[in-house]
T-cell receptor, first 115, second 114 residues
Framework: ETGVTQTPRHLVMGMTNKKSLKCEQH?????MYWYKQSAKKPLELMFV???????ENNSVPSRFSPECPNSSHLFLHLHTLQPEDSALYLC??????????????FGSGTRLTVV | AQSVTQPDIHITVSEGASLELRCNYS??????LFWYVQSPGQGLQLLLK??????LVQGIKGFEAEFKRSQSSFNLRKPSVHWSDAAEYFC????????????FGGGTRLMVKP
């Protein structure tokens, strides 16, 4: 247990469904991240929430919508996904640089399959 | 542009043999450097990190890494590999004083022969 919990661990959804991925951290971190990991591709940073500010990768399609209600919780809302969106979605958290800690702590990921 | 490169996509070593995984970075200033390991179906676990000081860094699970400024490298090593070390390894970097976003290399998949 890393202190970063992702649910569900596995998700199968149709292209017309709406679902959400959840991430929760109990480490007192104040930045959270969504990464996409596809087969044979590098880790892709999707979104960053740091001190309640959102930073996003402009190449992420609008069918992915993040929400960060507080520093401990992060959601990724999914709608009208495509089969190529099937991947492992990883959540991570960290302190911001001002707090002097620089590494990320990752969750175990949600394996998403779009059918 | 800032980048992290892991030249080897796959590496196979025999159990008990030594291991070296390569990582090169391209940054204007010396970045902060990290190695992560990912077991199948799992998230990434931090093995070790380098910020400054001693260029040989010790990590968990018997791993170490050496920072070489002249070669822009941060290679991961282990003197004797165990079958449980089979996993994917990621090198990552963050520019100092530039936010907290890590750039990851493409990963190296390690296979261990009995």
């Amino acid at each position: 247990e890393t202190g970063v919990t992702q649910t569900p661990r596995h998700l199968v959804m149709g292209m017309t469904n709406k679902k959400s991925l959840k991430c929760e951290q109990h480490l007192g971190h104040n930045a959270m991240y969504w990464y996409k990991q596809s087969a044979k591709k590098p880790l892709e940073l999707m979104f960053v929430y740091s001190l309640e500010e959102r930073v996003e990768n402009n190449s992420v399609p609008s069918r992915f919508s993040p929400e960060c209600p507080n520093s401990s919780h992060l959601f990724l809302h999914l709608h009208t996904l495509q089969p190529e969106d099937s991947a492992l979605y990883l959540c991570a958290s960290s302190h911001t640089p001002a707090r002097g800690t620089y590494g990320y702590t990752f969750g175990s990921g949600t394996r998403l399959t779009v059918v | 542009a800032q980048s992290v490169t892991q030249p080897d996509i796959h590496i196979t070593v025999s159990e008990g043999a030594s291991l070296e995984l390569r990582c090169n970075y391209s940054y204007g200033a010396t970045p902060y450097l990290f190695w992560y390991v990912q077991s199948p179906g799992q998230g990434l676990q931090l093995l070790l990190k380098y910020f400054s000081g001693d260029t040989l860094v010790q990590g968990i699970k018997g791993f170490e890494a050496e920072f070489k400024r002249s070669q822009s490298s941060f290679n991961l090593r282990k003197p004797s590999v165990h079958w449980s070390d089979a996993a994917e390894y990621f090198c990552a970097a963050r520019a100092p004083n530039a936010g907290n976003m890590l750039t990851f290399g493409g990963g190296t998949r390690l296979m261990v022969k009995p």
